[in-house]
């Protein structure tokens, strides 16, 4: 077969204890799924989930120990850091039961979903699609990604970031409004899922924004922690 150009790479993300890396197909991210950050936004109770997509190509892997570099982007005035347990699918499947959900699960990894807050806040006003505000370029930080059997009870995890070696963001992933697994039910009944899958499964309370020259420290307890400096 013949290209008019080279095409991109495949997108890529670093696995713990493995010199495979896992080929990235599509980023899903669950909005507004941790109670308070539903509140701080405006917004109570357990509403229905509901997705948004970024780019595979928003990816930004940083290696195990590393810091990984994002450029701030244009026409912001209001980054802000969402820290996320992110969940990565190894087994594809369309209306995937809730109670399967783990058997479709390769592993878990640390993100971050950088946000342009203003064009979130503009394009809501408007009702208008969010793209302009979520699936930027770089818009996607992540670090490895620990196999499932490696990772421990995920579900029961301690998540939080610092800015500047001050605390931002801190909750468990256990106050998740939609679990790991219902999440996964919900999500494969709209799109059928595929190996390579990434799943942003929401951020807690603490959102807030981020400047040239800061320095993000994010973890989720068992899975390491993912530093990300913006330049």
């Known amino acids: 077969m013949r290209f ?3 095409p991109p790479a495949t997108v890529s993300v670093p696995v713990v204890g493995r010199s495979e890396r896992f080929p990235v197909h599509r980023i899903y991210c669950v909005g507004r799924n941790y109670e308070e950050h539903a509140k701080e936004m405006g917004f109570t109770g357990r509403e229905p989930p509901f997705f948004f997509l970024k780019p595979a190509d928003a990816v930004v892997a940083v290696e195990a120990g590393q810091t990984g570099a994002i450029a701030y982007p244009g026409l912001t005035q209001n980054l ?6 992110v969940v990565a699918i190894g087994t594809g499947g369309k209306n ?5 959900a783990h058997k479709h699960i390769f592993g878990y990894a640390v993100g971050l979903d950088m946000t342009r807050r203003d064009l979130q806040g503009e394009m ?5 699609p969010w793209c302009i505000g979520k699936a930027f ?25 610092q800015v500047g070696g001050k605390e931002r963001q ?31 499964t929401g951020t807690p309370e603490g959102v807030a924004a981020v400047v040239p020259g800061d320095t993000m ?9 993912l530093t990300v400096k913006v330049l």
Not at 217 to 225: A, R
């Open 170 to 200: 801190h909750s468990n992933v256990a106050k998740l409004i939609w679990n790991i697994a219902e999440t996964i039910e919900h999500l494969s009944a709209a799109w059928e899922l595929q190996p390579g899958d990434l799943i942003y």
């Open 217 to 225: 420290v994010g973890e989720v307890q068992g899975l390491g922690t």
């Open 4 to 6: 008019l150009f080279t």
């Open 80 to 85: 802000h850091h969402e820290i996320e347990l």
């Open 96 to 100: 995937i039961k809730a109670v399967d």
């Open 137 to 161: 370029d770089h818009s996607a930080p992540i670090g490895p990604i620990t196999p499932a059997a490696q990772a421990g009870d995920v579900s029961q995890a301690e998540i939080h970031l």
């Open 124 to 128: 809501k006003k408007q009702g208008r």
